[in-house]
């Protein structure tokens, strides 16, 4: 799966590159921001609670925004990989996209960041707000209070991705199909370098195969040899523990001739429960 995070301030241009990676890479965008409006516009109670901090230029609580990012992502069980514009925006949501991502087997794979200055940023928000009609876009006291919210609780998110060593930054000024093509670069990158690692690996393992089949072999007499040693005291140890027990009943020989028999389908159940496991593990990364 290919999961990118769109990092970047308010007014960045997030959502303008969005829409042009979800046509190229057929990913599904995820707006926390849109779907959010999208509340609001429905007046469902969660955007009644989201507009009270929306107008305010504060952040929607963690509890709640994770809450709604994971229900989106268990809506889209076919996506091919996610874009995810305006989430985490705090080392709390990041942590715990790790986390919920680790349990559908996949994780993030880049975090895209656009790169724009401040003043350039409240001279788009600014733009945006006439244009829209968005009002958190048109005070510019909520404008200031999103890019101070941005710098005090977002910005940790970068240093989180870059100590995974994900983290790309592009400059996000210039033409919007420079800073895509910028975009789709790193990720196309990344593709080639993942492809290259994979099949790299893939030689070591098979190397590290044709080793194992030669070399431990003289391991695996010693084990052969050790192991009938050990039966044959176990058998000698139990014989002579049926001779005493026989004398006193039978019923215990019985009694262990049935555990052998109940052990064996053990461990068959336990072999065939393996080999269950193993294709689910594999079917899922
Ligand atoms: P955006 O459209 O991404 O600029 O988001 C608009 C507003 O929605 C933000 O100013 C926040 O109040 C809220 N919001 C969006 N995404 C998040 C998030 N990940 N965490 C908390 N609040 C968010």
């Given at each position: ?197 994979k099949?790299a690996s893939k030689k070591v393992v098979s190397v590290a195969k044709k080793k194992k ?73």
């Amino acid at each position: 799966m290919l999961n990118i995070v769109l990092f970047g301030p308010p007014g960045a241009g997030k959502g303008t590159q969005s829409a042009k990676l979800i046509k190229k890479y057929g990913l599904v965008h995820l707006s926390t921001g849109d779907i959010f409006r999208a509340n609001i516009k429905g007046g469902t109670p969660l955007g009644n609670l989201a507009k009270s901090y929306i107008d305010k230029g504060q952040l929607v609580p963690d509890e709640v925004t994770i809450k709604m990012l994971e229900a989106e992502c268990v809506r889209n069980p076919k996506a091919k990989g996610f874009i995810f514009d305006g989430f985490p925006r705090t080392r709390a949501q990041a942590k715990a996209l790790d986390q919920f991502l680790k349990t559908r087997a996949t994780a993030i794979t880049v975090m895209l960041a656009l790169e724009v200055a401040e003043g350039e940023l409240r001279k788009r928000l600014m733009l945006r707000g006439k244009e829209s009609g968005r009002v958190d876009d048109q005070d510019p006291k909520v404008i200031q209070k999103r890019i101070d919210v941005y710098n005090a609780e977002t910005m940790p998110v970068k240093d989180y991705y870059s100590a995974q060593g994900k983290y790309k930054g592009v400059k996000g000024i210039g033409t919007i199909e420079a800073i895509f093509n910028a975009l789709c670069k790193i990720i196309d990158n990344g593709r080639t370098t993942k492809t290259v690692k994979k099949a790299a690996s893939k030689k070591v393992v098979s190397v590290a195969k044709k080793k194992k089949t030669t070399a431990p072999k003289s391991g695996a007499a010693k084990k052969t040899k050790k192991v009938p040693a050990k039966r044959t005291s176990n058998k000698t140890a139990a014989a002579k523990k049926s001779k005493t027990v026989k004398k006193v009943s039978a019923k215990p020989v019985a009694k262990n001739k049935i555990a052998v028999k109940a052990a064996k389908p053990k461990t068959s159940a336990k072999k065939a429960a393996a080999k269950k496991i193993k294709p689910a593990g594999r079917k899922g990364r």
